[in-house]
């Protein structure tokens, strides 16, 4: 199965089983017996988003090596006994889908409006999950722990194969802290890598160990003033008072959630949150093309 939660999958199946209908109708002629399958367009692509959850793979993979991939038209007539076969297919894995969908409604808790899924990164052993789990607890409480915003950390719920916790933050406001803190921790976390980049480059020249150490120094320090300008907005976003000790806060739980990121680690919305609180997080897909929150006021106020 695909790196993909339990929430994820049962999505994507109520989803696709909303769009899983076909017909399979018995035609009779002079050349002989035949069967017309129709609604190929919608069925084609549910197999496909199926095959990509990596769930019953037999099913899927048969069905995409059977002649209903050879052409891109809505349906199409073939011999009898393959459409009997592939109408049974049809009828089979439209079944499996729904029981496994039933299985994952008994079993996996709704979500919060106000909660968010973490992936872990890889964990070998107990201690290291003790580590990773208190990493991730300074990283929120610090910060949502308050009565302007009222942030609570309660786990709902733990998925196996790559570790996901869902957690429930307590408020809205918890929420969109989480979001802004996250954001700021992907872009430092680009830039943690754009120094890596650089250091390596720089071995490369094979230049003095001397000027190696100034540029590593320069490098860090212009992470520092990133790190520090985030948690500035941050700060400027969601609290009213200017606490040096929360930003102090604030700036420790960039740093950790960057490290987080950097070993593997993803936090996301709630499946049930609406788009306008999604769109709050970064892709963990595409944190090669985000941009800092910060950069975006300039031009556009200027």
Request: glycine fraction near 4%.
């Amino acid at each position: 199965m695909n790196n993909i939660s339990l929430k994820q999958i049962r999505e994507q199946l109520q989803y696709n089983l909303q769009r899983f209908e076909w017909k399979a109708v018995k035609k009779s002629t002079q050349q002989g017996t035949f069967i017309e399958l129709s609604n190929l367009n919608s069925i084609r692509s549910v197999v496909d988003n199926i095959a990509n959850i990596g769930l019953f793979s037999n099913l899927t993979d048969s069905l995409k090596k059977s002649v209903i991939y050879t052409t891109v038209n809505n349906q199409m007539t073939v011999q009898y006994s393959e459409g009997v076969q592939i109408d049974n297919d049809f009828v089979y894995l439209k079944t499996l889908c729904s029981n496994f969908l039933e299985v994952l409604i008994k079993t996996i808790p709704s979500e919060d409006i106000n909660s968010i899924n973490i992936k872990l990164p890889p964990i070998s052993d107990f201690d290291e999950l003790s580590k990773v789990s208190r990493e991730i607890h300074i990283g929120l409480t610090q910060v949502i722990y308050s009565d302007e915003i009222q942030g609570e950390t309660k786990i709902v719920s733990v998925e196996n194969g790559s570790i996901w916790l869902n957690v429930f933050v307590g408020s809205a406001a918890a929420l969109t802290l989480i979001a802004s803190l996250i954001w700021s921790s992907a872009v430092i976390f680009k830039k943690f890598q754009e120094g890596k980049l650089l250091a390596e480059q720089v071995r490369g020249l094979k230049v003095k160990n001397e000027s190696l150490e100034e540029i590593l120094k320069a490098q860090k320090a212009a992470t520092e003033l990133m790190i520090q300008a985030e948690a500035e907005h941050i700060q400027s976003e969601h609290f009213k008072d200017n606490e040096p000790e929360n930003l102090e806060r604030i700036k420790n739980s960039i740093s950790i959630f960057a490290e987080l990121i950097g070993r593997g680690a993803e936090i996301q919305p709630a499946l049930v949150a609406p788009e306008n609180v999604s769109n709050l997080f970064p892709d963990p897909t595409n944190l090669i093309g985000l941009e800092s929150k910060i950069k975006k006021l300039g031009p556009a106020n200027s």
